[in-house]
Every structure is written in structure tokens, then in C-alpha cells.
């Protein structure tokens, strides 16, 4: 389940309405995802505080005086939609009469402007689409040597094991990798050394 699926479920997560794979993937997922674990438990505090709220009830006179003002609003309603209706009458009047000559004239001449300018702009697009060929850099470089690869050995294993003193250089260069040695030495190893 992702983020948006879940917070679009979300309030048929929080009654326990959902069936019951989608209600283990919310819950998986909201052990899984930070942000919808927030929200999830913001949205729970919420419900708490407003459930713990005192209720208030009305009094027997309030049912009587919102009676009343409902009835006052439906009437104020019906006067203002007979006024709505009035009014649209009078739009759809004015929108349906015979136009002159000089206003057709006048929409017809946008209208071949606003043609003349798109195609302009189309055919601006279209000259500058093919754009000039450009040579690649060309870049001249000398071949690398290679770097002698060496390894350690038998002699050199042999003079560890036994404890005869060994040049405690070539064991660092032996060891050091490649990139690390600067290429004006050369490197050699325990036997070029006899």
C-alpha cells in the first residue's frame, strides 16, 4: 500500500471497516512509513480530544427558535431564487440577441490574427528546430604505460617466515595499490633485489 492509498483509506482504517488484507497492508504500512504514521496518530489525538469534550445539550426552547429560522432562511431562499431565475432569464436574453455586422466583423478579424500569429509562431518553431551540426572536441592524449603488477614473493614469504631481516621498503611498495605509487619510481620486488 502506498502513501496515497492510504491516506485516501484512511477513515475506513481508523472505524475498522476495511477487509482484512487491506487492513493488514494500512497496518503494515504504517509501521513501515514515517509520514503516515504522523498523520495517523495526529488524526487519533484529534478524535480523542473531541470525544473527551463535554457534550452540550440544547435546551427545549432552542429546537423551537432553530425551527424558526430555518423556516426563515427557506423563505429568504425562495425570494432570492426567484430573483437568480429572473436574472438568468435576463443573461440568456441578452446572450441569444442578434448581434450587429460590426461586432461579426470584429470577432472574424481576431480570429485571423490570432491564426496569423500561431502560425507564425509554429513556422519560427519548425526554421529553428534543425539545429547546426558541432564538431566533437578532439583531445590528444599520450598512451598510459602500464604498471608493473607485483605480487609477493616465495622468497619474500620465506625471509617473513623466518625472521631474516627484509627491506622494509619493498614490503611497503609491495603492499601499496597501484594508483598510490607515483609512476618516476620503479617499483621491485625482493627478488629483482639479489
Known sequence: MDCKRFRKQHLAYLDDTMPGDEMAAAQHHVMVCDGCAAHDTLVRRSLMVARSMPVLEPSAAFQARLRARLAECRDECRDDCYDGRMAMAARSALLHAPRSAASR??????AVAASAMLGAFVWQGWRASAPGLSMQPVIASQPASPMPVSYITPELMQAMATGNPVWPAAMVIEDAPAPFVRSDFTL???????
Do not use: D, G, K, Y
Open 105 to 110: 466583423n470584429r470577432r472574424m478579424a481576431v
Open 188 to 194: 621491485a620486488t625482493f627478488s629483482q633485489l639479489r
